[in-house]
C-alpha cells in the first residue's frame, strides 16, 4: 500500500513537473528526441544544456536553444521529463517561437525488452501549428546494451490531434518507428544518433521523420561540449511551409 500511494504521488508530480515545462521552454520539432541523454543510474537524475546554431528551409536565420531533462529511474519503471526553448531572432526581432512538452514513461519487461507510454504538447506559430496532441505506446528492443556501445530498435502506435491556422482541427493514427545508437569512440568521447519515422496507418504516403546526430566530449564535473545537427521532414506540410528543415548546434550540456 505504501509503494502504491509512493507511485501515485509520484505520477502525481511528474505531471505537475511536465504542465510547467510546457508553459515555460518553447521548442520546435514535431519528434523530439526522448532516447539519448539519459543516465542509466537509479534515482532523480537530468540535465541542461545551451547551444548556438543556423537553421535552413524554414528559417534562413540564426537561434539560440536551451533543453531540460528529468528522470526517475527505479527497478523497473522510469519516468522521462522534457521541456525545451528556442529563440529565433533577425536583426534583433524575434522570428520564430514555439512550445513543446514531452513526458514517457518506461516498464522493463526483461533485460533487453520494455514497454513505452508517452504524451506531448507542441504548438508552433512559426509553421502555423497552433496545437499538436500526441498519446502513444508500444515497445523497445535493446539489441545492444554494453558500456560502449548500444543499439535499441523501437515500435508505436500513437494517436494525433493537430490544429493547423485556419483549418479545421484533424485527428489521425500514426505508426512511430525509430532506431537509436551512441558509440563511445574514447573515453569521455561519444556519438550518438537516432532516426524516427512516422508514417499515417490509413494514408502512409503521409509521414514525417526526423534524424539527429551528436558529438559529445566530457569536460569533467559533469559538464561536456556538444555539437550535431539534425534534418527533419515532413511530407504533407501546412501550406506555405517546407518539406524539409535542418540545424545545427553547438554547445554546452551539464548533467546532474
Not at 2 to 14: C, E, F, M
Not at 55 to 83: D, H, K, M, V, Y
Not at 153 to 175: D, F, P, Q, Y
Request: hydrophobic content about 40%; charged content about 25%.
Amino acid at each position: 500500500m505504501v509503494a502504491k500511494g509512493l507511485s501515485s504521488h509520484l505520477g502525481r508530480s511528474i505531471l505537475t513537473l511536465c504542465v510547467l515545462l510546457m508553459a515555460a521552454f518553447p521548442g520546435e520539432a514535431a519528434i523530439v528526441n526522448s532516447l539519448s541523454g539519459f543516465a542509466e543510474t537509479p534515482g532523480w537524475t537530468g540535465g541542461v544544456d545551451g547551444s548556438f546554431g543556423a537553421r535552413g528551409g524554414n528559417t534562413e536565420q540564426t537561434s539560440l536553444s536551451s533543453n531540460a531533462r528529468l528522470q526517475w529511474r527505479g527497478q523497473r519503471e522510469s519516468w522521462r521529463l522534457i521541456g525545451s526553448a528556442r529563440r529565433t531572432s533577425n536583426g534583433g526581432n524575434e522570428t520564430a517561437r514555439s512550445l513543446l512538452g514531452h513526458l514517457r514513461h518506461n516498464h522493463r519487461l526483461s533485460a533487453r525488452w520494455h514497454t513505452l507510454a508517452f504524451v506531448q504538447l507542441q504548438e508552433n506559430p512559426f509553421q502555423r501549428l497552433e496545437s499538436r496532441f500526441l498519446a502513444g505506446a508500444g515497445l523497445r528492443w535493446d539489441v545492444a546494451r554494453g558500456e560502449k556501445r548500444r543499439f535499441s530498435l523501437g515500435a508505436a502506435h500513437m494517436a494525433e490531434r493537430e490544429k493547423i491556422e485556419k483549418v479545421a482541427a484533424n485527428s489521425r493514427e500514426r505508426a512511430s518507428l525509430f532506431f537509436t545508437l551512441s558509440w563511445e569512440l574514447r573515453e569521455g568521447v561519444r556519438i550518438a544518433g537516432l532516426a524516427f519515422f512516422q508514417p499515417v496507418w490509413s494514408e502512409p504516403e503521409d509521414w514525417r521523420t526526423l534524424g539527429e546526430l551528436d558529438l559529445d566530449v566530457a569536460l569533467g564535473g559533469g559538464l561536456s561540449l556538444f555539437s550535431g545537427g539534425e534534418l527533419e521532414g515532413d511530407s504533407r506540410p501546412p501550406v506555405g511551409v517546407e518539406k524539409v528543415d535542418w540545424s545545427t548546434r553547438t554547445g554546452l550540456r551539464w548533467a546532474f
